[in-house]
């Protein structure tokens, strides 16, 4: 009957146990995904001094880690595709899946690029910070932004502007990308303006209802 | 020239030189499929990088979509021809590892510039500086690897991975920089010999540009 089928669908699903900071960083696409399937997790969130506590036991030495019924994956991007091959946020084809990977890659370029920049960026408002992170951004951040986000721009009006960087469909990359933009909203705003075609990209992946619900339930941090 | 016409057309670009393009050249070889390796001289780069997604080689043309970014070139071949590992899981866990990798080549950077040439530095500065805590930290992690997968040749599961063909790659680029770069990793280079010396993967190297 239904109930069994239920049972034993609950008995086949792994168990899943996500550990990060309590923060959305490089962690926040894994638990989207986990939310936008409805897939139970458990979501461990280390505060303070957690982390450098149980750091030297971890299974690789850095967060976040995922636990698929106890094995361990590490690294944000293998998680993220993990999951997103499990609950279908991949795109339809290899190739789609292929290039969500690309834009993966190209992120994490950017993130490279971006590094100078964003400790003073989270620091602006220290005492005497506002000078270097003047300094930084317009030559580290703004650089950067422009390389990334003309990319971004010339691949999402390639892919016909249509809510989704890749295909038909909400992909990883949609997930990592509009919640990035929040991040820099919050931190720089104004410094995403201009790009016109990320701001619809970003409303119209915002609008997906069961991420709207999460973004409103989810603990809130700046980043 | 019979086409096989469910095989669809691939085309590989990038510079001539192994780098970021030779592990995607051999998975091609290794699975024996044809593609065409696009190989242009560095000075004619201006000329096609505006034609490139990410304006960045390499790029794979599979009939005529083009796929930017070594990596997403690499996993995409390899899980069409089984060089993934034998499970999703699996498959993950060599991301993870290639992702690791790339940190370590951004850790290496400054010291894998001056030894190719492309920028000005201290050779031995930069070698104890960058690469050598950095070996150690990485290819620790992999002499474990190696040795947990039961040195049977490669460092997850026991098929031929792509993350295999990175390393071994890898390998022979430092130890042309650094003769003995590997040395204090004997389960590495073990690994390493029984990769390269895969029939197919063997015949390549040994006939490649």
Same mark, same amino acid.
């Given at each position: 009957?239904?109930?069994?089928?239920?049972?034993?669908? +609950?008995?086949?699903?792994?168990?899943?146990?996500?550990?990060?900071?309590?923060?959305?960083?490089?962690?926040?696409?894994?638990?989207?995904?986990?939310?936008?399937?409805?897939?139970?997790?458990?979501?461990?969130?280390?505060?303070?001094?957690?982390?450098?506590?149980?750091k030297?036991?971890?299974?690789?030495?850095?967060?976040?880690?995922?636990?698929?019924? /106890?094995?361990?994956?590490?690294?944000?991007?293998?998680?993220?595709?993990?999951?997103?091959?499990?609950?279908?946020?991949?795109?339809?084809?290899?190739?789609?899946?292929?290039?969500?990977?690309?834009? /993966?890659?190209?992120?994490?370029?950017?993130?490279?690029?971006?590094?100078?920049?964003?400790?003073?960026?989270?620091?602006?408002?220290?005492?005497?910070?506002?000078?270097?992170?003047?300094?930084? +951004?317009?030559? =580290?951040?703004?650089?950067?932004r422009?390389?990334?986000?003309g990319? &971004?721009?010339?691949?999402?009006?390639?892919? /016909?502007?249509?809510?989704?960087?890749?295909?038909?469909s909400?992909?990883?990359?949609?997930?990592v =990308?509009?919640? @990035?933009?929040?991040?820099?909203?919050?931190?720089?705003? /104004?410094? &995403?303006?201009?790009?016109e075609?990320?701001?619809?990209?970003?409303?119209?992946?915002?609008?997906?209802?069961?991420?709207?619900?999460w973004?409103?339930?989810?603990? @809130?941090?700046?980043? | 020239?019979?086409?096989? %016409?469910?095989?669809p057309?691939?085309?590989?670009?990038?510079?001539?030189?192994?780098?970021? $393009?030779?592990?995607?050249?051999?998975?091609?070889? !290794?699975?024996g499929?044809?593609?065409?390796?696009?190989?242009?001289?560095?000075?004619?780069?201006?000329?096609?990088? %505006?034609?490139?997604?990410?304006?960045?080689v390499?790029?794979?043309?599979?009939d #005529?979509? *083009?796929?930017?970014?070594?990596? $997403?070139? $690499?996993?995409?071949?390899?899980?069409?021809?089984?060089f $993934?590992?034998?499970?999703?899981?699996?498959a993950?866990?060599?991301?993870?590892?290639?992702?690791?990798?790339?940190?370590? !080549?951004?850790?290496?950077?400054?010291?894998?510039?001056?030894?190719?040439?492309? %920028?000005? #530095?201290?050779?031995?500065?930069?070698?104890?500086?960058?690469?050598?805590?950095?070996?150690?930290?990485?290819?620790?992690? !992999?002499?474990?690897?190696?040795?947990?997968?039961?040195?049977?040749?490669?460092?997850?599961?026991?098929?031929?991975?792509?993350?295999?063909?990175l390393?071994?790659?890898?390998?022979?680029?430092?130890?042309?920089? *650094?003769?003995?770069?590997?040395?204090?990793?004997?389960?590495?280079l073990?690994?390493?010999?029984?990769? *390269?010396?895969?029939?197919?993967?063997?015949?390549?190297?040994?006939?490649?540009?």
């Open positions: 009957g239904v109930s069994q089928a239920t049972e034993e669908k +609950k008995n086949m699903s792994p168990v899943y146990k996500f550990t990060y900071f309590h923060g959305r960083g490089i962690g926040e696409v894994a638990r989207q995904l986990f939310f936008l399937s409805d897939t139970p997790f458990e979501d461990v969130r280390l505060v303070g001094e957690e982390w450098m506590k149980i030297d036991q971890s299974p690789w030495g850095h967060l976040p880690w995922l636990e698929i019924d /106890g094995k361990v994956l590490c690294q944000s991007f293998a998680i993220a595709r993990y999951l997103a091959i499990q609950f279908g946020f991949v795109g339809k084809t290899p190739f789609e899946s292929a290039m969500v990977d690309a834009l /993966g890659d190209q992120y994490k370029d950017y993130w490279n690029d971006m590094k100078p920049f964003f400790m003073p960026m989270y620091r602006q408002n220290m005492e005497g910070m506002k000078e270097e992170f003047e300094k930084k +951004k317009k030559d =580290v951040g703004e650089p950067a422009d390389k990334f986000y990319i &971004l721009t010339k691949e999402y009006k390639k892919n /016909g502007s249509n809510g989704h960087m890749v295909g038909d909400l992909t990883w990359i949609d997930l =990308v509009v919640d @990035h933009m929040g991040v820099m909203d919050h931190y720089v705003p /104004g410094f &995403l303006d201009g790009f075609e990320m701001r619809d990209l970003q409303k119209k992946v915002n609008a997906n209802p069961k991420l709207a619900e973004i409103k339930k989810r603990p @809130h941090t700046p980043q | 020239y019979l086409s096989l %016409s469910n095989m057309n691939y085309k590989l670009t990038y510079f001539e030189a192994r780098g970021f $393009a030779e592990v995607s050249r051999q998975l091609f070889h !290794l699975s499929t044809p593609y065409v390796d696009n190989r242009i001289q560095r000075e004619r780069w201006g000329e096609f990088k %505006s034609m490139t997604p990410f304006e960045k390499p790029v794979l043309e599979i #005529g979509k *083009v796929l930017p970014q070594s990596f $997403a070139i $690499a996993r995409y071949i390899a899980r069409e021809f089984g $993934a590992g034998r499970s999703n899981l699996e993950a866990w060599i991301d993870a590892y290639a992702d690791q990798f790339k940190d370590y !080549l951004e850790y290496i950077r400054p010291f894998f510039k001056v030894a190719i040439g492309a %920028s000005q #530095g201290d050779f031995e500065q930069l070698k104890k500086e960058f690469a050598e805590p950095n070996r150690d930290k990485f290819f620790g992690f !992999l002499e474990k690897l190696a040795k947990d997968n039961g040195l049977n040749g490669h460092f997850v599961g026991d098929s031929l991975t792509w993350f295999d063909l390393i071994a790659d890898h390998i022979l680029t430092m130890e042309n920089f *650094v003769p003995g770069f590997l040395d204090a990793f004997p389960a590495v073990e690994t390493r010999e029984k990769i *390269v010396n895969t029939p197919k993967l063997k015949e390549w190297i040994e006939k490649r540009p």
